[in-house]
Structure formats: C-alpha cells, structure tokens
C-alpha cells in the first residue's frame, strides 16, 4: 500500500516515487561529478544517461514482469502501461552495464573500465537513497520481530490482508545502510587515488562495489518475504544467484592477476580453500534459514561471517595482486 504524498484532481502523487526520483537524481549527478569529472568525456556521458534511464526502464520491468507474470495482464501491459506495477533493481544494473559495453564498442567510450568504476559509485549513491522508498509502502521488508526492536533493524508496516500493524525487519533500511557505508568508503579511496595519493587500477572500484555489494545482497535478500524467484523453480531468488556471481567475479579476476604479477605459489590455494569453505557455510546457513526459519539469527549470523571472510580474502587477493605489479 503506498502512501499519498500530493493530490491535484485525480491526479496522485506517491512519497515512494518522490523518493525514487530523488534516487534517480542523485545517481545521475554522482555519475556527472565522477565521470565526466575524470575523464572529461562530454559525450560518453551526454549519452549515457538518457540511454541508461530508458533502457532500465524496460529491462527492469521486464524482469519484474518475468518474475511476477500472475501480476500483469499480458507482457504487452506491462511493457506498455508504468502507471502501476513493479521495477527490478538488477535490471537497472544490466542495463546501464550494457549501454556502457555497447559505447566503448562505438569507441564513444575509450575506458571502459574508467566509466564502470563512476557507475559502481554512482549507482551504489543512488540505490542507498532509493532503497528508502519502502518507509512509505509494505515492500522490502523481513521476518516478524519483537515490537520492542526499532530502526535501523525494524520497522512497522500494515497487513494488507488483516489489516493488523507487524513489525518487521527493515531490510530495506539495512540494504540502504549497508550500500551507503560501502559507497562512502570505495568514494573516499578513489577520490584519494585523483589527489595522486596512489594509482588505484580502473576497474577496481567496481570490482570491490561488486563483491561488497553482492554479497550483502546474498544475505538480506534471504530475509525479504518479496523476493524475486526464478520462474523454472520457485524458491531460487534471482538477486542471491546475481550476488553471488558478482562475488565471485571479483574473486577470480583478482586471483587471475595475483597470479600473473606474483607467479604461482602453493599458499595461494589456502587463499582460495577459505574462500570456498566460506562459500559453503554461506550456502548451507541458507538452506538451513529455509527450513527453519525459528534459528534465522543463528543462521543468519554464521553466514554473515562467512560473507565477511570471502570479502576479505578477495580484498586480501588484491592487495596481493597490486604488491607483485609494483615490485616489477
């Protein structure tokens, strides 16, 4: 249910889409100040974000529509009908990492990996603001918590069905938190590299966003009751998969190079058997959450550390990987 901010006639203003445009508006600016700031380049970014803007629009409603097909009349309703319905973040992301492929393709974009590391903090600023949409609907929201507990780890909202006020694990405020932290300090580190403190490789910035990012994802989209499924199964959400994916591409494209600056040494597999142990306690807290949901602080907690130790064997990979390229 979505809270009214402004009427004028029939027409209805909602505070979560104020604040969504909000979000949008500060990604954009974050992305101008960042990019076209460093790079200079007018162009790439004159195009980007009218590209960017139309073509999320579409792919994140698309998805949503995959997943929540039962919630649309007809594929063409959805793609054709934005005053209702439902928008998937990960589409946002695909679509401006595609348009960002499809420039350095046309040669508009000459750092491909320059413009993800502006669009990874840019992004990152915009989903921390947007995320805060849910104060005023029942979306994004966890398990039943005790009425004592508070922001930032709950937060009232109204049954729909019953009618009856539940307090619930804010996730969504947790996802804002957790995305601004991780915003905030890749932000100060890069702005440390273009005051010529230290040379920080392009791409980087963005790989770490990934890894953080997905892997907070993996945890607190576990939480959600609105998660998005894959169609095929069910019970598989599509934002953990994509976490996990982000994650592990950090993982490997920061071993790849420890490997190719430091040459093969046997301690790297301990490296790497931590980062798979970590893997599977993560993996098996969430099958454990699922099937009892009455130990989801045990289990929760256990896969918060093995999160927390992957991030930080992937940091340690590349701090590895950068100590072996200087000393050449």
Known sequence: ???????????????????????????????????????????????????????????????????????????????????????????????????????????????????????????????AVGRLASFFNTSDRGI???????????????????????????????????????VLVLLFWYLKDRNGDRRIKDGDVCLLFLACYGGGQILLDSTRYDSLFMRSNGFISIVQILGLICLVLALVLFSVRMVRSCGFRSWFIALWAVALAAMGLAGYMEYHVQRHGDQALFAYSFMSLGLIIILCVTVAIRCIAEGGRRSK
């Open 144 to 182: 039943l918590v005790d009425e004592s507990i508070g922001l930032p780890l709950a937060y009232p909202v109204t049954n729909a069905v019953s009618g009856l006020v539940e307090n619930r694990l804010a996730t969504f405020f947790l996802q804002a938190i957790i995305t601004g932290i991780v």
């Open 1 to 127: 249910m979505e809270k009214i901010a402004f009427i004028s006639g029939g027409t209805f203003l909602y505070w979560s889409s104020i604040i969504m445009g909000l979000a949008v508006i500060t990604a954009i600016c974050a992305f101008v100040a960042l990019y076209y700031g460093k790079s200079g380049n007018a162009v790439a970014t004159g195009l980007m974000i009218p590209i960017c803007i139309i073509s999320s629009l579409l792919l994140s409603r698309f998805i949503h529509w995959y997943c929540r097909t039962d919630s649309y009349a007809s594929l063409t309703a959805a793609m054709t009908d934005y005053s209702w319905g439902g928008f998937a973040l990960m589409g946002v992301f695909a679509a401006c990492v595609l348009c960002a492929c499809v420039l350095r393709l046309v040669k508009v974009v000459k750092n491909l990996p320059e413009l993800l590391d502006s669009m990874a903090l840019a992004g990152g600023a915009g989903v």
